[in-house]
T-cell receptor, first 114, second 116 residues
Framework: KQEVTQIPAALSVPEGENLVLNCSFTDSAIYNLQWFRQDPGKGLTSLLLIQSSQREQTSGRLNASLDKSSGRSTLYIAASQPGDSATYLCAVPLSGGGADGLTFGKGTHLIIQP | GAVVSQHPSWVICKSGTSVKIECRSLDFQATTMFWYRQFPKQSLMLMATSNEGSKATYEQGVEKDKFLINHASLTLSTLTVTSAHPEDSSFYIC????????????FGPGTRLTVT
């Protein structure tokens, strides 16, 4: 059964710092991996999707990497801003297939101090 | 593009009543829709997967007779919580996928259900 772990559970840093969020998964046979952002009481905003054949994806100040063989992904946030404060979730397909529902980590609760 | 809506955004109902939540893909056709549940301070848990015109597939531990899912068209799926109880109070979020190469899922804004 696929399990996703995210470290750290919470992180508080001053504005402007670069930071790294970590995600690990137990079954390396994944189709893709998605990073999401969730604001309190809200739904999910998709940040980046990495296919199993890719090693990284970039969008603005965000860069996500994927090392499938070791079961790890990182989300790098450059020049953090207070507006980046949210919970960041990592997710992979439940059973490895692209058409499957997702299994999520518990998230990293990020606070960027102005 | 790729917008998913949910209605209502929040609902309060009395114990024993039923409540229906709608999930719509506004600008694409969703071959598959998913329903998730999120309890306070926990992550999302997949409840069921539905394909248009087919019966939904429920995850282990999810009662199919309590959580009725209908995926009548490529843009609409509904989740009906029947005979709701306070322990069903949760945040319900749907997602939709158009399939294709990357199978990316697009999430709705969620529905907060409170059963009194």
């Amino acid at each position: 059964k696929q399990e996703v772990t995210q470290i750290p559970a919470a992180l508080s840093v001053p504005e402007g710092e670069n930071l790294v969020l970590n995600c690990s998964f137990t079954d390396s046979a994944i189709y893709n991996l998605q990073w999401f952002r969730q604001d309190p009481g809200k739904g999910l905003t998709s940040l980046l999707l990495i296919q199993s054949s890719q090693r990284e994806q970039t969008s603005g100040r965000l860069n996500a990497s994927l090392d499938k063989s070791s079961g790890r992904s990182t989300l790098y946030i450059a020049a953090s801003q207070p507006g980046d404060s949210a919970t960041y979730l990592c997710a992979v397909p439940l059973s490895g297939g692209g058409a499957d529902g997702l299994t999520f980590g518990k998230g990293t609760h990020l606070i960027i101090q102005p | 593009g790729a917008v998913v809506s949910q209605h209502p955004s929040w609902v309060i109902c009395k114990s024993g009543t039923s409540v229906k939540i709608e999930c719509r893909s506004l600008d694409f056709q969703a071959t598959t829709m998913f329903w998730y549940r999120q309890f306070p301070k926990q992550s999302l848990m997949l409840m069921a997967t539905s394909n248009e015109g087919s019966k939904a597939t429920y995850e282990q531990g999810v009662e199919k007779d309590k959580f009725l899912i209908n995926h009548a068209s490529l843009t609409l799926s509904t989740l009906t919580v029947t005979s709701a109880h306070p322990e069903d109070s949760s945040f319900y979020i749907c997602s939709a996928s158009a399939g294709g190469f990357d199978y990316e899922q697009y999430f709705g804004p969620g529905t907060r259900l409170t059963v009194t």
